[in-house]
């Protein structure tokens, strides 16, 4: 995507602004959903930790629901430091959900996400490499990726949109239409029975990255926050 | 697939040294998977039965979950003597999930094998030919396949790898990637209501030829055992 | 297909035979299961009826399982007179389920059926002409096919094989491979309940033109009969 350097600009502004002004952010989305209506190239959700995000090992949660199909890149989570595109989850457009740690990534093939909620998790732990998506509570097969690597700390974590090579390059085509809820991280992995009751929707330990009933975020251009009912 | 004959020579080595080296083996899987993480030639895990497979019935069973998809081979269980494939099980080319006891093989349409696990058995009789594959507890058609055959003792057992025309003579085409775990095996064909409790994770009679608990083992190559969860 | 008239003939005695020679019968297929285990053109099953097939209503159950798949016909059910199809059921080339009452047919779009058993059950009524299939306990939509009609006695009933418009005129590629088991059928329509509680196994009122349990039937060819399990 080519941007003319006046739109960068502006974009980043609006960036910048997610992370420097918390006074604007609200908190708290328990049984709450996030609704992206619209393919947008400025709707977003900044999330901001409560806890630094260089990591060794992570697991992340949530429901999601999509009505877009076909040949379409579909931005699931980002996190990116200035340089990197440290954390990003993609439904591919060959249907495939990939994960990148500032590299190459990672390909899985499971079920489709579809206009129904799919509980989703990833599980990553740098020791091992071994990576895995959880669909519903049932886990992928694993896949050995950057084993050793750790993630940056002091980025920005979007939903709905992907803040490309420039923070705040965004992309209509690429952006999220659809809903997420239940959001929730852990700076390490959960064993298969939480994952399962997570997805049961039975209470476990709280996210320390991320706990949906108390995240902190913020809402920019057009997203709704709707009960989840 | 061409070897250099000096390739056969190596890996023939290979091979006669997880049948001749014992000592090299390890003991025991239980609550324990074991991950291909890649494509290769030369990653397999050698199972050291515990009697004799001179065998006129079976039944086989693991749980298997697999990131392949499309047009490939994929080994399966291979279970070989000097002379004959005696007891092989493959994903084909088309889908479909074969078994062959030294010769034309037996063709079965079943649900895909996917990223999550699929807990498959096998059984076979040789008084009738009654041959099904078991997928999450529900049998397939019966085929009658070889009555009369008498599968030949002496031989070696694979995961991971075909051990071809020559021992020795592996090929990354047909090469396993995924997960295979609580892998037994019996010398007679268990009842329905064993195979059901057995995908359930109930306690059933152990496996007199292969016992995942207990069972005897030599990895190779670039093979992972992991905690199952 | 054409038939040299000797094949005609020797194929007519056969089925002739069925029907004349009832010491030759066999009698209860209880916790059985019937095995077409190859295309053929001779293999069949002669059910004898416990009361004469003149019906107004029915309602017919069987567990069908088949390996075979795509653009092929496949015989389920066949209830023949000497000039026409009484009481047809088609897996038809194109995957739908079919039943014909001497005519035309009724097309229904039923979930496939695959290598492990579908439960199947076809209810018609002269009265309204209200027709539908029961997929595992499921009522399909209902169709209105031959009010008024009576379906005529003293006919030949054959699993395996369409005895097509000669008497004993068999076809291999219309032949039944796989299995079938706890056949019955009523000469009136069941209430959703038994049918639903058919397919999980209870037990219900016994069918009064099949009963499985103390079904007369004669085997012919290559037809199984094995242990339910």
């Not at 079920?111 to 990553?124: D, G, K, N, Y």
């Not at 929707?201 to 709704?224: P, R, S």
Request: aromatic fraction near 12%.
């Amino acid at each position: 995507m080519i941007l003319s350097s006046e739109k960068i600009a502006a974009s980043a502004i609006v960036l910048l602004g997610i992370v420097g002004v918390t006074s604007a952010s609200e908190v708290g989305l328990g049984r709450k959903v996030l609704v992206f209506p619209y393919e947008t190239d400025f709707s977003f959700v900044a999330l901001i930790p409560q806890k630094e995000m260089g990591l060794r090992a992570f697991t992340l949660c949530m429901r999601v629901a999509t009505e877009l199909e076909g040949e379409r890149q579909i931005i699931l989570f980002a996190y990116r430091t200035p340089d990197y595109d440290e954390l990003n989850v993609w439904r591919e457009k060959d249907g495939r959900v990939a994960f990148y740690l500032s590299g190459d990534g990672a390909f899985f093939h499971l079920p489709p996400i579809t206009t129904f909620r799919t509980s989703l998790c990833l599980t990553w732990e740098s020791r091992t490499g071994l990576a895995a998506f959880w669909v519903d509570g049932r886990r992928s097969t694993y896949q050995v990726y950057k084993p050793g690597h750790t993630i940056r700390p002091k980025g920005t974590v979007l939903l709905g949109q992907d803040a490309d090579k420039h923070l705040g390059d965004l992309e209509a085509l690429q952006s999220f239409v659809g809903e997420v809820t239940d959001l929730n991280m852990w700076d390490y992995v959960l064993p298969r029975r939480q994952i399962q009751a997570l997805h049961y929707g039975h209470k476990i330990t709280k996210g320390n990255i991320f706990d949906w009933a108390t995240i902190e975020y913020q809402l920019n251009g057009n997203v709704m926050v709707v009960d989840d009912d």
